[in-house]
């Protein structure tokens, strides 16, 4: 069976086709549709005929994306399905459709390519040296003039087998169909997460259905047509255009069934898919190809009304495995006998088609509809998507794509977090067996950035990212705490993870400005204190997020030191750097304001979780209260990355590392100078007030830049700037950034390019754009102590193409969902409802709106308040 790329004549057409599609957005509408019709020619279909409006069945509400021709270049046409556990990227091609697949743990490297692989960590042995060497970094930069040093290779170390997300091959369905296509149209629904194709070829009209079903791990491709019986159906698999990996064994597990046996690297992981087909009325038929050098088979489908397959897949990857008992081996059983049983499921077995949709649906629907938001949108069903993107323009905006935008992100997150993994830095779609920074788990912003909407949004996604961090981050973690900075109390990570627990300072050269970052595990709880915010979930709580937040609040309580530098008497971290900046310094205003919220949180959280160490508490406070709380006013009015007044106005990084505390954390939102005020800067005593921190702030974010840089153009870096002036109330600079991410970063098929125009996908700006949507409307952020009221901001940065609108089920802290709707631009109503079990937990809410209060309460277990205007 020919791949994608032997069907275009090798990989030198493939490269040409795609450089074409790259310069298709320069071209006018009616010659790009053109070209679509010669690239059809030479492809798979004989001619696709374009329509003008979009597909029957596509919602009315225009909530998805539709296309009039198929997808070519996979980062940026090509269409994403997903449950977590698998995923899959369609084109959308006609007699045949070369789905692309994914298997979330299908990762190279680690212990299964190298044995040895210890997590980019140094060797016990060396434990001594390396805590004389970090003793002499400190000396060194406190005695620095400008508080500095060059480097400090000597305590980092080599990845060695870091390893990439990667791709798993391609599934091939072939009709024997023939002849002109007409009334093509392609679309992904995002009421019901499935991806549907449609034409009209041979006297039939076909559709192709694909949808990945979470409730029975797999994923399920259907097609039929008007004619009586389908033409002759082949499915076949396929790693030609899988650069990198090996050739697969595929055999017949049965009549009706492809076992597809493969290594991700030679040596390396393990992963098998099963792929099996129901045919109503027809013959099914397993063969061998004949003469392959490698074993290959096919399926074949004849005389049936409709047909489906079903695929399901997995890896020898054991996330369990990853600790001291299990020598950090990652290592599973076979997949086999997991993957037959779930074919053979009651689920799969006694189900019509019908029903396994139906069953998906609503499966979906469970996790999204909690939630809707309405920005006025009205739908253009006569326009496809890639044209919408392309004619779509900086501030002037489309309050339609941009919804659409919003609850793409909300279905790419549904359909790539509920796995065993987390979502990564590509969800968990990829394509060949190495990915841009190997689509792992950066921790100094994307995997943060992932998950920014997902608590407020009222997402049900979060159980296995707290997971993750449990079984790969801590065990190895704490190994890395004590080899590394002679801490004996808790776990650290830094910047980049696999799914290895890759949990060293990653040496690439000078490489400290991304890989110096042990503040890693204080975002990310965060995280976890968010979670119990907002649901009050104490059995979760003890069981799982206290634990965890805990133990890297206990390393960061070891890790502080005293400065010696300005000899002022606070605790600061050192070595750090302000994530992915160059200077290696001390008291880094990020990694301050980030372990003084974790502290918060231990403060607050210390009663629920029932624990009695209560000489732990009295720790914590004491060093929060003597740690600088990582707010300066520098020399030009900005608030300083660094304790050293070293920032530049000409500094445009696409980090907003020392703003942490703007967004999305609290600590410049929140500020209180009886809290957090109270500094000594050259010898003077000073007490900033909120409005000198918050204006400071303001100046740093306008100096930043608007993400487009020397050193970056990418989306998250826009969308995280949009969200900062959403906060400091900035309507115009907070739309004029939110809308330029989409109009410089996203692709046609709405995926984000890091750059614009190239084929390198990231997701967190997917992510990120329905975050900075929701705090345009709706902000509550957190504060220091649960005495603190809690001030809820109504509306704080609407832009005028959202002057009507409605948000339904938003979640806030302490247990509160919240319906609220506008019109003409002014608040019209507003119900806030707070859960029946608060975990003893009630607070003060107050309401602000239009910059005035507009109500406030007490959020008793139970309660209704509504708020009209």
């Not at 059809?40 to 509400?61: E, I, K, Q, Y």
């Not at 409730?215 to 650069?243: G, H, I, M, R, W």
């Not at 209180?672 to 921190?693: A, C, D, H, I, R």
């Amino acid at each position: 069976m020919d791949s994608p790329i032997d069907l275009l004549g090798g990989r030198l057409w493939a490269s040409l086709f795609a450089l074409s599609h790259l310069l298709l957005d320069l071209l006018p509408y009616s010659i790009q549709m053109l070209f679509r019709r010669l690239y059809c020619l030479v492809t798979v279909a004989t001619c696709v005929s374009v329509t003008h409006s979009a597909p029957p069945g596509f919602p009315s509400s225009g909530n998805g994306l539709w296309y009039t021709a198929p997808g070519s270049v996979w980062a940026q046409e090509l269409l994403p399905i997903g449950n977590g556990y698998l995923a899959a990227m369609l084109p959308g091609g006609t007699s045949q459709e070369s789905t692309q697949l994914n298997i979330e743990s299908l990762w190279s490297g680690g212990p299964f390519q190298d044995p040895t692989y210890n997590g980019g960590n140094s060797m016990p042995s060396q434990q001594t040296q390396l805590a004389e060497d970090m003793q002499s970094i400190r000396q060194t930069i406190f005695s620095s003039p400008n508080g500095t040093i060059n480097n400090i290779e000597e305590i980092m170390a080599d990845a060695g087998a870091y390893g990439s997300y990667a791709g798993a091959g391609y599934l091939l369905a072939t009709l024997d169909t023939s002849g002109v296509v007409t009334n093509y149209g392609r679309w992904l629904d995002l009421d019901e997460a499935v991806s549907r194709t449609t034409w009209s070829q041979g006297g039939a009209t076909f559709l192709r259905e694909t949808f990945c079903s979470h409730p029975l791990q797999a994923c399920v491709q259907y097609v039929n047509s008007t004619a009586k019986t389908l033409p002759s159906l082949t499915y076949a698999y396929s790693v030609d255009a899988e650069t990198g990996l090996p050739v697969p064994n595929v055999t017949c597990f049965d009549n009706s069934t492809l076992s597809i046996r493969n290594y991700v690297y030679n040596p390396g992981m393990l992963y098998e898919i099963l792929v099996q087909v129901e045919a109503p009325g027809g013959s099914v038929s397993c063969s061998v190809v004949p003469g392959s050098t490698t074993p290959n088979a096919t399926l074949t489908v004849t005389g049936a009304s409709d047909a489906w397959i079903t695929w399901v897949g997995d890896t020898n990857y054991d996330m369990a495995a990853g600790n001291t008992a299990a020598n950090y081996s990652f290592q599973g059983p076979d997949p086999h006998s997991t993957l037959v049983a779930l074919l053979s499921s009651a689920g799969l077995v006694s189900k019509t088609y019908s029903s396994i949709l139906e069953q998906h649906i609503a499966d979906y629907n469970s996790i999204i509809s909690p939630f809707s938001l309405s920005l006025g949108q009205t739908p253009d069903l006569d326009t496809p998507t890639d044209q919408i993107v392309a004619s779509y323009q900086t501030y002037v905006g489309n309050a339609y794509l941009e919804w659409v935008v919003f609850n793409y992100g909300r279905y790419l997150l549904t359909s790539s977090a509920r796995g065993t993994l987390p979502a990564n830095l590509q969800g968990k779609w990829a394509d060949g067996s190495s990915n841009a920074w190997g689509a792992d788990y950066h921790s100094n912003i994307n995997i943060q950035m992932n998950y920014w909407f997902a608590e407020m949004s009222n997402m049900n996604v979060v159980g296995p990212l707290f997971d993750y961090f449990e079984n790969t981050w801590a065990p190895r973690g704490a190994y890395t705490a004590w080899v590394l900075y002679n801490i004996s109390s808790g776990w650290v990570t830094h910047d980049e993870m696999n799914i290895f627990g890759h949990t060293g300072m990653k040496l690439s050269g000078n490489s400290a400005q991304w890989a110096d970052y042990p503040e890693s595990n204080a975002w990310m709880m965060i995280h976890a204190w968010d979670h119990f915010d907002y649901t009050n979930d104490v059995t979760w709580w003890k069981a799982q997020g206290w634990p965890l937040v805990k133990a890297v609040a206990s390393f960061h309580l070891e890790k502080l030191i005293e400065d010696l530098h300005f000899n002022d008497s606070t605790l600061v971290t050192a070595p750090c750097n302000s994530p992915e900046q160059v200077p290696i310094t001390f008291g880094c205003a990020h990694a301050q304001q980030l372990i003084w919220q974790l502290f918060n949180a231990i403060e607050k959280g210390f009663a629920a979780a029932g624990d009695t160490d209560t000489e732990f508490l009295d720790a914590v406070l004491a060093k929060r209260e003597q740690m600088d709380k990582g707010l300066r006013i520098g020399w030009w009015g900005q608030l300083q990355e660094w304790k050293v007044d070293m920032d530049s106005p000409t500094d445009t990084h696409r980090h907003l590392s020392h703003l942490i505390g703007l967004y999305p954390g609290y600590a410049i939102a929140s500020y209180s100078p009886v809290l957090q005020g109270g500094l000594t800067v050259n010898g003077t005593f000073m007490n900033y007030t909120k409005e000198q921190v918050l204006t400071a702030a303001e100046t740093s974010l306008l100096h930043r830049g608007n993400g487009t840089g020397p050193d970056a153009d990418s989306g998250w870096e826009k969308v995280w700037r949009a969200a900062g002036w959403a906060q400091l109330g900035n309507e115009s600079e907070y739309y004029k950034e939110l809308t330029y991410a989409i109009e410089r970063n996203f692709a046609s098929n709405l995926f984000d390019l890091y750059t614009p125009g190239s084929t390198v996908f990231q997701i967190d700006a997917n992510f990120g754009f329905p975050a900075a949507v929701l705090h345009g409307l709706l902000q509550a952020p957190d504060v220091a102590n649960i005495n603190v009221p809690l001030q809820v901001t109504l509306l704080p940065a609407l832009p005028p193409t959202w002057s009507s609108g409605e948000i339904k089920g938003a979640r806030i802290r302490g247990g509160i969902t919240l319906d609220f709707a506008w019109s003409g631009g002014k608040l019209t109503s507003a119900v806030f409802t707070v859960d029946n079990d608060v975990a003893g937990r009630e607070r003060d809410v107050v309401v602000n709106s239009g910059g005035r209060v507009v109500g406030q309460f007490r959020s008793n277990a139970g309660s209704l308040v509504n708020l009209s205007f």
